[in-house]
């Protein structure tokens, strides 16, 4: 078993953290894991992007070049990895934010405005647990809804507690979107 | 002690050091080994360590030159750039026979290069870099986990043999994070000072230590070389370090020779092959110096074709030759300059390419 | 003979003979540190940074641990000593070369960290050990072998001013400008370097003590005549003096 996950968007979008948090998730159920930033000289603004693999015996290779799952933040993004997806693979992109449409039919698109939910949600913060709780539905048979939001919790409920109860919110809304549009 | 953590692997290299007695660091930033330096800023303090930011490399290499001197673990990181500017220091080290450890994280080159994850500083490494005959121990891991685990021996076969040891991995190492363990926790105070060291008189029988690399007699100088070199033999019998992966039957079609990074992305590869029924392994050394030529050697004897993967122009594919020294021999070389990574997907290519006769 | 008392002695641990040329102040500066060293027992726990220079072979000439440096580096080498042994007396010994040009990063970073170290750097105006280049500290006008026309500040700039470029650093606990020309300076030098080492084991910051010497070698002078152009030519470039005292000595000149 091996889940190849790529995360990309703008820098300061939490792009790195959804990662973290997820291969933090995986580790703790006992999986073999690694996040990979893609780094550059910027510190915020740029295109960001992270790989999280999920296995079951040692990882070699921590790069994909055909993703199974990703979940794209911006416009850049969603042009650069929807032609590098896996065939069958599952496409998560935030709606709010990007405005190409999908261009094939091997995918399972999942489409969800993010950001404005985030919104109404309380903090554009969350925008990143909206679109990890929608991958999250997808990795069932690795981490559970409930062990990413153990992840989150440590990983930021110690900087942020306030955001922590948001984060969870958003984790949760981010899965039920996805369990409707997969259905 | 024992528990998986979930680290960036540069904060893991930080702590492994920390784990093996250093209390001592002297760094410069540079990308991608910044982290490694900050995380000791942070973390020295906590155990009674020192941690130096320095003027520049030069002193940074300058400072652990002097603190190994004086008979402690002492430690720098730093990236290409930055090392280029430690060859004095680390020249000198060996003249010295000063005992230090350097993480370099290489990246792509010449020049200012680019940040990306490299191997194109395998002959700075390996070959000397600095003037004069001199070897450094260079260890080469390919994931966290083992710079983790190896980390001890690193300052332990510094001092037992009076040199530099060098690990030299690369961003992705440095940049990932991954769960570790730590399996070790040494006291700094259950370290000996050793008798060499430059600790004041009085700490070794009120005779004067005298650390130099300057010996103006050329029949002496000659009798320093040729007793650095029985202690490099004796390094090179001792150290060797490799893993044979997917070699264990008689008759190979390819061997892969890489390391490092490199290493670790074509077991994916050579996975993939053997699903597919090709006998493929990889041979991977541990050490780059000193080399597993005899053992390298040994392997080869099972397979007609050589395949070299290096993230560098032909650096590595020269020991390789050397080590197996045998014309007979297909050798094959994918070079993968400037920051770029191989992925598994392009070896699997060229294995079967090789096996169609169509690469030479 | 029974009336005859030793009134000085050469101290234990100065070993010679030494390389050093007549005339050359490099011979008085090592007695005396030997002196300072063994009077107040230190001998025992210090550390020595000999530098690239004429002095390079330092460490054959007082009887304590040497380490031999780098050209330049001497003050980075002896902040990882002193932070490997915290409580030892650690100096580091070079010329001007060494000290304010190659290694001028190393020892001004010293002194603006603060680092507990000494540093005594003698001043001769050129470079000895190579064959008399011009130095940093090089007089305007001088002739050298790498200013045969005499130092031209429109290509070489002027004479650096060690002691009161380290005064300006926090980190500084004493910056003096001493000589060694006559008898009543040579024991004025070794006050300060005695206070030197003081402030050091005491933790107040670093030291650094800069000594106007002599190279009767190259500048192609006899012992007398090098020690005159000290005492007229250099120290009017070089002043004399106490440029920073964090125990607030009065300043002596």
């Given at each position: ?19 973290q948090i997820l291969s933090k998730a995986a580790m703790e159920k006992g999986y073999y894991t690694t996040w990979l930033p893609s780094y550059g000289p910027e510190q915020r603004g740029g295109t960001a992007n992270c790989t999280v693999m999920i296995s079951d015996e040692p990882i070699a290779s ?122 | ?360 | ?190 006050k300060w370097i005695r206070k030197a080492f003081q402030y050091q084991m005491e933790g107040k910051g670093y030291t650094f003590i800069e000594v106007v010497s002599t190279c009767p070698t190259n500048w192609r002078m006899d012992p007398v005549k090098a020690a005159e152009f000290v005492k007229n ?21």
């Amino acid at each position: 078993m091996l889940k190849d996950v790529i995360f990309a968007g703008f820098g300061g979008q939490g792009v790195m953290v959804a990662g973290q948090i997820l291969s933090k998730a995986a580790m703790e159920k006992g999986y073999y894991t690694t996040w990979l930033p893609s780094y550059g000289p910027e510190q915020r603004g740029g295109t960001a992007n992270c790989t999280v693999m999920i296995s079951d015996e040692p990882i070699a290779s921590p790069l994909t070049h055909e993703p199974t799952y990703c979940v794209i933040f911006n416009n850049p993004s969603f042009q650069k990895f929807e032609p590098m997806a896996r065939k069958g693979g599952i496409f998560i992109y935030n709606t709010s934010m990007i405005t190409e449409k999908p261009k094939r039919d091997d995918l399972t698109y999942i489409g969800i405005a993010a950001t404005e939910l985030a919104e109404e949600m309380g903090s554009v913060k969350a925008t990143n647990m909206i679109l990890l709780g929608a991958l999250t539905y997808f990795l069932q048979d690795v981490v559970s809804l409930d062990d990413v939001i153990a992840a989150m919790r440590e990983k930021l409920g110690k900087k942020k507690p306030e955001l922590a109860d948001l984060n969870e919110q958003a984790l949760r809304k981010g899965f039920e979107l996805a369990k409707e549009q997969a259905k | 002690m024992g528990e998986k953590v979930f680290m960036k692997g540069n904060e893991a290299l930080g702590e492994a050091a920390v784990r093996s007695g250093c209390r001592l660091f002297f760094g410069y930033p540079i990308t991608p080994a910044s982290e490694l330096a900050e995380y000791m800023a942070y973390r020295l303090p906590q155990v009674g360590g020192v941690f130096i930011q320095a003027e520049s490399e030069v002193a940074a290499s300058n400072m652990i030159y002097g603190a190994g001197a004086a008979g402690k673990y002492a430690m720098t990181a730093s990236s290409s750039p930055g090392i280029s500017l430690m060859q004095e220091a680390i020249s000198y080290m060996a003249g010295a026979e000063v005992p230090a450890v350097i993480i370099n994280l290489i990246r792509g080159g010449p020049g200012l290069g680019d940040i990306q994850p490299a191997q194109s500083d395998y002959f700075q490494a390996v070959k000397g870099g600095g003037h004069g005959d001199y070897r450094n121990l260079v260890y080469a891991p390919s994931t966290l986990q083992e710079a983790v685990d190896i980390m001890p021996l690193l300052f332990q076969n510094a001092f037992k043999y009076r040199m530099l040891a060098m690990m030299v991995v690369d961003g992705l190492v440095g940049q990932m994070m991954e769960a570790v363990e730590f399996k070790y926790d040494i006291d700094p105070d259950s370290i000996p000072v050793p008798d060499w060291a430059l600790s004041g008189k009085k700490m070794h029988g009120g005779t004067k230590n005298v650390n130099t690399s300057l010996e103006l007699d050329p029949n002496k100088l000659a009798a320093h070389n040729f007793k650095l070199f029985e202690k490099y033999q004796k390094v090179y019998e001792n150290e060797r370090m490799f893993e044979a992966f997917e070699l264990e039957e008689s008759d190979i079609d390819v061997m892969i020779v890489a390391y490092g990074t490199a290493a670790r992305i074509i077991k994916t590869a050579v996975k993939n092959l053997r699903a597919k029924g090709y006998k493929v392994g990889l041979f991977r050394p541990i050490t780059l110096w000193p080399f597993p030529d005899k053992e390298l050697k040994e392997y080869a004897q099972k397979t007609e074709h050589v395949l070299t993967v290096e993230m560098s122009m032909g650096q590595l594919i020269e020991d390789v030759k050397l080590s197996i020294f045998d014309p007979n021999k297909k050798y094959h070389l994918m070079p993968y300059p400037g920051g770029i990574v191989p992925t598994p997907k392009e070896v699997e290519d060229k294995v079967i390419e090789i096996l169609k006769g169509g690469a030479k | 003979m029974g009336n005859l008392q030793v009134v000085y002695e050469v101290p234990k641990i100065y070993t010679g003979p030494n390389h050093y040329c007549p005339g050359c102040f490099h011979g008085i500066i090592h007695r005396v540190i030997a002196e300072i060293l063994q009077e107040e027992g230190w001998d025992d726990i210090s550390i020595g940074i000999a530098p690239v220079g004429c002095a390079v072979l330092a460490y054959d000439y007082i009887d304590i641990d040497w380490f031999e440096a780098p050209h330049g580096r001497a003050c980075a080498n002896a902040t990882g000593i002193k932070w490997a042994w915290p409580d030892r007396l650690v100096f580091t010994y070079q010329g001007d070369g060494d000290a304010a040009s190659i290694g001028f990063a190393e020892t001004s970073y010293a002194a603006i960290r603060g680092v507990n170290i000494t540093t005594i750097m003698v001043n001769n105006a050129v470079y000895g050990m190579t064959g008399g280049q011009m130095a940093p500290t090089t007089l305007v006008g001088m002739k050298t072998t790498t200013s045969p026309y005499g130092r031209d500040p429109k290509y070489a700039g002027y004479p650096l001013k060690m002691a009161e470029h380290i005064a300006q650093f926090e980190g500084t606990a004493l910056s003096v400008r001493v000589s060694a020309f006559d008898p009543q300076h040579v024991l004025d030098m070794k006050k300060w370097i005695r206070k030197a080492f003081q402030y050091q084991m005491e933790g107040k910051g670093y030291t650094f003590i800069e000594v106007v010497s002599t190279c009767p070698t190259n500048w192609r002078m006899d012992p007398v005549k090098a020690a005159e152009f000290v005492k007229n030519e250099m120290i009017k470039v070089y002043p004399l003096g106490v440029y920073k005292d964090v125990g607030d000595e009065k300043k002596e000149g």
